[in-house]
């Protein structure tokens, strides 16, 4: 009581300091804004396209650098993504005829020492009567993901850029997530991956990051398909991506509303309109990150791809090149 | 108190006998066996197993389920049978905790064993993640195990002090454990009433922990998109399923524990007549359940559920399914109706059909759906479209069951298996009703 009888002083001298430092900033802001206003236009403009493709004219004092979100490193965490992205990725299945260049590529770029390959290409026939068709499937990295919701552990979590991956240095090695996916994208590293024996890469000092699946795998969790945020960082495509000799696969930002397949950069939302765009198993409700154009208008044969095709074999692991 | 002398010199423990020890050392094999296997294991990691990205759960994780499935028969013989007053409970009840005990032990057990790393056991405290079943298990499993012990412990204070007594002279050392366990039971009037108090607030415990824990397990497959373990009434069907194991696990001990202790003047063939009925019951209700959850989806079966139906019921698993669904429930309830299938001699047969065809129920629950995802399974070797154990399986759940086994061999080789003081109120109740009769 008596402590703050003593003060009013004091209080006094508080507030007043305070009002002071509010008047201050309060004074810049107007300064800067009466700036912004009065900024007078210098005749010069420049050429710019907007995002739907049409040509415009901008002053040059209106332009400015837009600042760059860094994708690299430790600027973000790695639980939460890179900053205002959303990856999506459209599989044109008219175009896929078995080239299995896209296995081949995430076999090697993820270091897959296994039996099971982390991107398939599904021979399918839904009945008889209905055509067949090629479909790879990679991992849907799901908005609802099922695998998600079951780890015990957050190993396995969703990013706010849309990708779904694993914390291998964390995962215990349940396989719920395994019996939980409906894709059955999952695959487990049952013995040691031994990929310094089999690929002779050498993994001393290296880290394990969950954004580069594989590189290194460990023994007892569980690996997956992980869109090759790597790559993105450097400005690449997924591996799959570039691989595929068809085009089959375009990779893209759901923000940006742009896909690319390496050749063609299409609108994400005009291309699924244009071409019926569906995703697997959309009654599940997981909301795949993983579009399908339907296999119509195909201007490859089914039966091509049959050479490829072995049923009992995705990782090939005799083959050194 | 004469009362009490022929009770302890029948009911005391009593040292094993030849055939005792050599079963005791034949269960430390098996154990040894299994552990090696084990390590093996965790050196290899689970490459020796023949689980695979497909059949990525297998005999390890049915194991579990049954494991779990037993150790419901505390929840039902215990507090059930208690509930509804049935005062022929008092001889089993003690071999239905211990049963408990040592179901509740394995299963968590069994989990460590699917687990490929278990060198982060502690993952699953550190980063626990409340809407995973898993972390729901890492929960209820210990929960049960510590209402499940003190069942077991708290009503047998006062037969340890009785031991504490009895084994004065004879084995001071063994007399002194009685004695520390018995922790200064005096019979007082005040402990009495402890005791009572406490025995009620486990037993009725139990129910509610035991239910969830039943539920939690069948959570573990229904919280998943696949066909067969996608179902709203997986949770009671496991329920239904886990009394039917429980109680055909007890009558399985009961039978053994009778001959080889010489018991049939306390555990009568009036108890295999009751049991036989409570057996009967569980399997009709389990019938029931069975009906629900695969005959009815034949009308309306979507394709993937057709097919893993046929695999059952025509199909790769059907002598399985059959026999368990025949053998291990419909011809048990036949036999079960009739007087003379409920004496002691069939009932052990039965009962152990019911064990056996309850353990691979639990295996059929969970293979035939692994083996039929969604999309079809291709680019993998062909050896992954099927599924057998492998031997380090086989070893290790063996090893698993052996263990079980030597925990209740061990506890019926030092506890009074059936509750000696209780006996003893009872049969001075009785005197005094037919004092007061005549």
């Known amino acids: 009581m008596e402590e703050q009888n003593k003060n009013p002083r004091r209080n006094f001298l508080d507030k007043g300091l305070k009002l002071g430092l509010a008047a201050v900033v309060g004074g810049l802001g107007i300064s800067k804004l009466t700036s912004k206003l009065n900024a007078h236009t210098d005749g010069e403009t420049v050429e710019l396209m907007t995002a739907d493709g049409t040509l415009i004219q901008v002053d040059s004092s209106e332009v400015h650098e837009v600042e760059h979100h860094h994708d690299t490193g430790d600027k973000y965490n790695v639980r939460q993504g890179i900053p205002n992205r959303k990856f999506v990725m459209v599989i044109d299945l008219a175009k896929c005829k078995n080239a299995l260049a896209c296995q081949s590529a995430c076999n090697k770029h993820h270091y897959i020492t296994g039996d099971n390959a982390w991107l398939k290409v599904y021979k399918m026939q839904e009945t008889k009567d209905t055509a067949p068709y090629w479909m790879p499937t990679t991992c849907q990295h799901c908005d609802q993901p099922a695998c998600v919701t079951v780890c015990p552990v957050g190993a396995t979590f969703k990013r706010e850029d849309g990708l779904v991956l694993i914390d291998n240095e964390r995962c215990v090695g349940c396989r719920f997530c395994m019996a939980a996916c409906p894709y059955s994208i999952r695959v487990f590293n049952w013995g040691e991956p031994n990929q310094e024996v089999t690929l002779n890469i050498d993994l001393t000092g290296h880290q394990h990051t969950p954004e580069h699946q594989g590189h290194h795998s460990i023994k007892g969790t569980v690996d997956k398909c992980d869109f090759c945020p790597h790559a993105v960082q450097e400005n690449k495509l997924p591996h799959c991506v570039t691989a595929c000799p068809n085009g089959v696969f375009y990779f893209g930002d759901k923000y940006e509303d742009t896909v690319t397949n390496g050749e063609e950069t299409l609108r994400f939302s005009k291309l699924l309109k244009d071409k019926a765009g569906y995703r697997l198993m959309e009654g599940l409700g997981t909301e795949p990150s993983v579009y399908y154009l339907p296999p119509v208008n195909r201007l490859v044969e089914f039966e091509d791809g049959l050479e490829n095709y072995n049923e009992f074999k995705s990782v090939d692991k005799g083959e050194e090149s | ?438």
């Open chain 2, 1 to 438: 108190m004469k009362n009490y002398d022929k009770l302890l010199n029948d009911l005391a423990p009593r040292e094993f006998n030849k055939k005792g020890i050599l079963w005791v050392v034949f269960l430390v094999l098996v154990i040894i066996a299994g552990l090696i296997a084990y390590i093996d294991q965790i050196i290899k990691g689970q490459e020796v197993t023949h689980l695979r990205d497909y059949m990525l759960w297998g005999v390890y994780i049915s194991n579990f389920v049954y494991f779990v499935a037993t150790s419901f028969v505390g929840a039902i013989a215990v507090a059930i049978l208690r509930l509804t007053g049935n005062e022929w409970r008092t001889p089993i009840v003690r071999i239905a905790e211990i049963i408990t005990v040592a179901a509740i032990i394995m299963a968590g057990i069994t989990i460590i064993i699917d687990m490929a790393r278990p060198d982060r056991l502690l993952n699953l405290f550190v980063h626990a993640r409340i809407q995973s079943p898993i972390t729901w298990d890492v929960f209820i499993i210990p929960t049960f195990m510590t209402v499940a012990i003190l069942l077991l412990f708290i009503p047998l204070i006062p037969d340890l002090a009785l031991l504490k007594n009895y084994f004065k002279d004879k084995k001071p050392k063994m007399s002194k454990l009685y004695g520390f366990f018995a922790i200064n039971w005096k019979g007082s009037a005040k402990q009495k009433s402890i005791l009572a108090k406490s025995i009620k607030v486990v037993a009725t415990l139990i129910i509610p922990v035991g239910i969830i824990l039943q539920t939690i397990d069948a959570w573990l497959f229904s919280t998943t998109y696949r066909v067969g373990w996608d179902s709203s009434s997986l949770a009671p069907y496991f329920i239904a399923g886990a009394a039917v194991a429980g109680v055909g696990a007890l009558v399985a001990v009961i039978y053994v524990v009778r001959k080889s202790l010489k018991l049939e003047e306390y555990i009568t063939d009036m108890h295999f007549e009751k049991m036989g009925r409570l057996l009967a019951l569980t399997c009709m209700i389990y019938l029931y359940f069975t009906i629900n959850e695969y005959f009815l989806p034949l009308i309306t079966a979507k394709k993937d559920e057709a097919l893993h139906l046929e695999t059952l019921f025509t199909g790769h698993y059907a002598t399985l399914f059959w026999i368990v669904t025949i053998g291990g429930l419909v011809l048990p309830i036949i036999i079960l109706l009739f007087k003379n299938g409920r004496k002691p001699k069939t009932m052990f047969i039965i009962s152990l059909v019911v064990v056996v065809t309850s353990w691979w129920k639990r295996f059929i629950i969970v293979t035939p759906t692994l083996l039929h995802p969604f999309l079809p399974i291709q680019g993998v070797p062909e050896s992954w479209h099927e599924y057998y154990p492998s031997f380090h399986e086989w070893i290790i759940t063996f090893a698993t069951l052996a263990m079980a086994l030597l925990i209740i061999t061990l506890l019926v080789r030092y506890l009074p298996v059936i509750p000696i003081q209780r006996t003893a109120d009872e049969q001075e109740a009785n005197e005094n009703k037919s004092k007061v009769v005549s």
